[in-house]
């Protein structure tokens, strides 16, 4: 569960940042203020998570989440 969050996370983080670069002119300024700060933070928790999921998989010892 931890490692869809944390993909889930990353796939916003990676909109959140597109939108930012392609709103138009008057509102450019204000959506960068806020988009910006929202992927950075969207992305940490994302990879926090993916590799918080990804080392209780490695590390358990379940086998159903092994190859």
């Given at each position: 569960m931890r490692m869809i969050s944390g993909s889930i996370?990353?796939?916003a983080a990676?909109?959140?940042f597109a939108n930012?670069?392609?709103?138009?002119?008057?509102?450019a300024a204000?959506?960068?203020?806020?988009l910006f700060p929202a992927s950075?933070?969207?992305a940490i928790s994302g990879l926090i998570l993916l590799t918080?999921?990804?080392?209780a998989a490695e590390f358990s010892g379940?086998?159903?989440?092994?190859d």
């Open positions: 996370l990353l796939l990676e909109e959140a930012s670069l392609s709103i138009g002119f008057p509102n204000a959506a960068q203020e806020i950075l933070v969207l918080w999921g990804i080392a379940n086998k159903a989440t092994k």
